[in-house]
């Protein structure tokens, strides 16, 4: 069973930063895709970004790409995503991902299927 428990969420103003923590259980972290997906209220599930295995490839979505940064640490089993100049439009509760199909491309909205899933984080960005 592959657990995930994200953390580094909170209340941060316009213009700021914030880095969430993705932990992962199990010794086959370095198997999977790592995603980060986000959920605002009254809106679809929206992929975020994407960090291969190894670490070498890296995709965002365009509405983060250039303010946010995905990447993992094989030894800690840790994803993080590194969120700079933060917008009220980020508001929302981050989920992190383990995929083990280790797909290259996600549909920009909705829930994939065959993911494990963290518990999700909260971040809100007031204006």
């Known amino acids: 069973q592959v657990q995930l428990v994200e953390s580094g969420g909170g209340l941060v103003q ?3 930063s914030l880095r969430l923590s993705c932990a992962v259980s199990g010794r ?14 009254g809106k679809e599930r929206e992929f975020v970004a994407f960090i291969t295995r ?8 365009d509405s983060v790409k250039g303010r946010f940064t995905i990447s993992r640490d094989n030894a800690k ?3 993080y995503l590194q ?12 989920y992190c991902a383990a995929d083990p199909l280790s797909r ?3 549909y920009p909205t909705g ?3 065959g993911l494990y899933w963290g518990q999700g984080t909260q971040v809100t960005v007031s204006s």
């Open 14 to 16: 316009a213009g700021g």
């Open 28 to 41: 086959t972290f370095s198997s999977y895709t790592m995603d980060w997906f986000r959920h605002a209220p």
């Open 54 to 61: 190894t670490g070498g490839n890296k995709y965002y979505a």
């Open 77 to 79: 089993n840790t994803v």
């Open 83 to 94: 969120m700079n100049s933060l917008r009220p439009a980020a508001t929302a509760v981050y």
């Open 104 to 106: 290259t491309y996600y």
């Open 111 to 113: 829930t994939p299927q």
